[in-house]
C-alpha cells in the first residue's frame, strides 16, 4: 500500500494529532530547560587581546607579515610546552585543590589538553590583532588563564619563533556573570526537538498504519462497490454520553448521518435490482466495527420509503444487540425458532418504528452455526420473504465465526461493515479468502465511524477478546455484552 502526502494531507495528519506535537513539544522544552538550569555548571568568559609586530621588517609590508604570524603564533600558543607551563603558573596562584575542580590534574600536572579544550585564539577581522579568550567554571580562573597566557606569551614567542613580538591591548578581567548555559537557548532547542520527534513518530505511524480509511482503496483492490459511508458522531467525549449503539430515529443523531444511511438504501437498491430475494446480510470482519448499528439503522431506512414491510433478524445468537437496540423482550427469537420450541408468530415481535418488524436472537444456543444451516432457517427466510418487501439478518463477524456463510445460497446477497481506522487490510483479506470458499455473495461494504484523512485512531489490537463465548448466563458478561457488543 502506497502511502503518498500532499500540504493538505500533511496540515490534517498533524492537526489530528496535535495533542501530540504539543505534549512532546513542552516534554522536549521542560527536559531541556532542568537539565541546562540544574545539571549543567555554569560557565564564566575572560578575554585579552594581543598585538602583533613584525620588528624585522620595516617595509610598508610590516603590517601583512604581522598578519601572517598571528596563525603561527596561535599555533605556538595552543603547544602542550606553553600550556604546561600555563598550567604551572596557575598552580602556583590556586593551589592544587581549586584547581583541579576546573582542569585535569595529574602529578600535580595540569593537563595541557584540558586547558586547551577552555582557549579560543583568533584572528580578530583578519588583522594582527590577536585576541585569546578562555571559558572555566571558574570566573578568577578563566581572567587568570588569559593573564597568564599574555604574561608568558612575549618571551615565549621570541624563543621560538624568534621574530615580532607581541603587546597586551585588554588585560584579561573577572567576569562574574555566566554566559553559558543559555537556558532559554537550551530550552528552545529542547523543545524544537521534542516537536520534530512528535511529526516522526506521526508519519512513521501513519507510514505504517494498515488500517482501511481509503474506502476507494478498498474498491479498486477487492472490485467490490461502496455501498456507503458513515461519518463519526462526534468526539469520544460527546459519545460517552449516548449509547453505544444508535438509531436513526433518535433526535440526537445528525442530519448528514441520517442522509448517510439513505444513501447507503438507494445504492443497495441498485445492487438488490437484478435479485428475486429482497433478503440481506450484515456482517464485519472483526467484533466493534459497528454491524449491529448499521443492521437496524438500514432496516430503519427501507421502513420509510414507499411504507416498505421489512423484518430485522438478529442472528447474532452469540452477542445479540437488537433487542436492546429497539428495547422489546427476547425471551422468544430465532434461536427458540430454529430449535422447533416456538412459532414463527411467536418471535416476530414490532419494532415501534412503522412497517419494521423484528425477530430477536432468543436465548444462546450452544450450537448457533448448526442452527443457522439448518433446513429450518432455509423454511424461515422463504416463508417471511413472502410476507416482508426487504428481510435484513444481523449476522457474528466472518473472522471470529463461520455462522454468516451457513446462509449464503438463501441470502440476496452480504453488506460487509468495515470500520475508518480499526479494520485492517489484513483483517479484510482474510475476510474475503473465507466468503470466496462460500456460496455468499458480497453485495458491497460500508465504510464506518470515518474521520478526516490521516486523523485518525491507530494501533488496533487483533484481539478478539470482546466477543465471548464462555458461560452467557453469567451476570457478568451479560454486562459486559451491553458494552462491547456490535
Known amino acids: 500500500m502506497e502511502n503518498t502526502y500532499s500540504i493538505k494531507n500533511i496540515l490534517q495528519l498533524m492537526i489530528g494529532k496535535l495533542w501530540l506535537i504539543i505534549i512532546l513539544t513542552v516534554i522536549g522544552g521542560g527536559a531541556a530547560f532542568g537539565y541546562a538550569n540544574y545539571m549543567l555548571p555554569l560557565q564564566y568568559q575572560s578575554y585579552t587581546t594581543l598585538y602583533v609586530r613584525d620588528n624585522l621588517n620595516s617595509s610598508g609590508n610590516n603590517l601583512n607579515t604581522a598578519r601572517s604570524l598571528v596563525s603561527t603564533y596561535i599555533a605556538v600558543l595552543k603547544s602542550d610546552a606553553m600550556l604546561e607551563k600555563t598550567g604551572e603558573e596557575l598552580l602556583k596562584k590556586f593551589g592544587n585543590d581549586r584547581i583541579s575542580l576546573v582542569f585535569s590534574v595529574s602529578d600535580s600536572k595540569v593537563s595541557p589538553g584540558s586547558i586547551r ?20 567554571k571558574d570566573a578568577e580562573i578563566s581572567a587568570a588563564l588569559c593573564r597568564t597566557i599574555a604574561d608568558i606569551a612575549p618571551e615565549f614567542l621570541t624563543r621560538v619563533v624568534s621574530s615580532g613580538t607581541v603587546e597586551t591591548i585588554d588585560t584579561a578581567q573577572i567576569n562574574r556573570s555566566p554566559v553559558a548555559p543559555n537556558v532559554p537557548k537550551t530550552s528552545m532547542i529542547g523543545a524544537m526537538a521534542g516537536m520534530a520527534l512528535a511529526v516522526l513518530i506521526i508519519f512513521l505511524i501513519d507510514f505504517f498504519d494498515n488500517t482501511i480509511k481509503e474506502s476507494e482503496e478498498v474498491s479498486k483492490k477487492h472490485q467490490l462497490a461502496v455501498l456507503g ?4 458522531r462526534g468526539s469520544k467525549k460527546s459519545r460517552k454520553k449516548e449509547r453505544e449503539h444508535y438509531l436513526i430515529t433518535d433526535k440526537t443523531v445528525p442530519f448528514n448521518i441520517t442522509e448517510s444511511y439513505k444513501a447507503m438504501r438507494t445504492n443497495l437498491m441498485f445492487s438488490l435490482s437484478t435479485s428475486d430475494k429482497k433478503i440481506v446480510a ?8 459497528g454491524k449491529s448499528t448499521i443492521a437496524a439503522n438500514l432496516a ?8 416498505n414491510k421489512v423484518l430485522l433478524i438478529d442472528a447474532d445468537m452469540r452477542k445479540p444487540v437488537q433487542h436492546k437496540l429497539f428495547n422489546v423482550k427476547n425471551s422468544a427469537g430465532i434461536a427458540e425458532y430454529l430449535g422447533k420450541m416456538k412459532k414463527k408468530e411467536e418471535c416476530i415481535r414490532k419494532s415501534g418504528v412503522p412497517n419494521f418488524d423484528i425477530i430477536t436472537s432468543g436465548s444462546l444456543p450452544p450450537n448457533p452455526s448448526e442452527l443457522l444451516a439448518s433446513e429450518q432457517m432455509e423454511k424461515l427466510l422463504t416463508e417471511v420473504s413472502a410476507e416482508y418487501d426487504d428481510i435484513i439478518i444481523d449476522m457474528p463477524p466472518v473472522n471470529i465465526v463461520s455462522d454468516p456463510l451457513t446462509i449464503g445460497r438463501s ?11 480499526k479494520t485492517t487490510h489484513e483483517d ?9 470458499t462460500s456460496d455468499t455473495k458480497i453485495l458491497g461494504f460500508v465504510l464506518n465511524e470515518i474521520k478526516s484523512r490521516h486523523s ?8 478478539y477478546k470482546y466477543y465471548s463465548y464462555g458461560d452467557q448466563s453469567k451476570k457478568k458478561e451479560e454486562n459486559k455484552e451491553d458494552k462491547h457488543a456490535d
Open 456 to 463: 485518525g485512531k491507530y494501533g488496533y489490537s487483533k484481539k
Open 300 to 307: 430503519i431506512a427501507f421502513s420509510q420509503l414507499n411504507e
Open 229 to 232: 459511508e458513515i461519518q463519526e
Open 411 to 421: 441470502i440476496s446477497g452480504m453488506v460487509v461493515v468495515t470500520h475508518y481506522g
Open 117 to 136: 579544550s577552555c582557549l579560543t585564539m583568533t584572528a580578530v577581522d583578519g588583522t594582527e590583532v590577536m585576541r585569546i579568550t578562555a571559558v572555566t
Open 428 to 436: 479484510f483479506a482474510d475476510m474475503m479468502r473465507k466468503v470466496q
Open 282 to 289: 450484515v456482517s464485519s470482519a472483526l467484533p466493534g466495527e
